[in-house]
């Protein structure tokens, strides 16, 4: 019954997809402008007033972010809170956790799976769990930028959004999958 009404909900925003920005913004959520929150992000729906979120954010598919700790509620009876936010131009892989108290910087990358317990400085990149320091953005964005030079780079008529062909599938497959490398689509 529980996969039946998993299922029933994904052809329903399949068809009526939800604005969840907006759904966050009526509920409390701080938001700037220009963001992006993929499938199955879960903002603190208990204390969503201690979220803000910055410009320029993309949250990739079941990204939590949470305002409270209920693991002292059993000893103690109350639950902790922390404000959390989020700074512009922050983009926070699939499956990331950000936990109470966090304040994330501008123009930071948060690896996938990733669970933020500490504050995060801005022009950074962090991952693992707990997060740690990678490297700093411009070492990463450096080194993805001269990969780029020797991998394949795709333009939108290679995505989904841009109606990619059989051929263009297959090409890609070719160019990635069978010579082992990487590559980068806009």
């Known amino acids: 019954m ?23 913004k009526k509920m409390g959520v701080k938001i700037g402008d220009n963001c992006n929150f993929q499938n199955e992000v879960i903002i603190d729906h208990s204390h969503n007033w201690l979220i803000e979120i910055g410009n ?8 939590h972010i949470l305002a409270h700790d209920a693991s002292t509620k059993i000893f103690l009876n109350y639950t902790r809170l922390g404000k959390v936010k989020i700074g512009d131009n922050v983009f926070i892989g699939a499956g990331a956790i950000i936990l109470p108290g966090v304040e994330i910087g501008n123009n930071v990358v948060i690896g996938a ?12 990149v962090f991952s693992g769990n707990p997060a740690k320091l990678i490297c700093t953005l411009s070492d990463f964005l450096e080194k ?3 990969s780029m030079k020797v991998n394949s780079v795709y333009d939108e008529s290679y995505t989904l959004r841009g109606n ?7 090409e890609m497959i070719k160019e990635i999958v069978d010579m082992n490398k990487t590559g980068y689509v806009i």
């Open 2 to 24: 529980i996969k039946i009404k998993f299922l029933l909900s994904k052809i329903y925003r399949f068809f009526y997809p939800i604005d969840v920005v907006s759904m966050y």
């Open 144 to 146: 993805h930028q001269n």
């Open 113 to 124: 799976g990733s669970v933020v317990t500490k504050s995060i400085p801005s022009d950074t």
């Open 164 to 170: 990619i062909t059989e051929s263009r599938k297959k």
């Open 56 to 63: 320029n954010v993309i949250l990739a598919p079941r990204v």
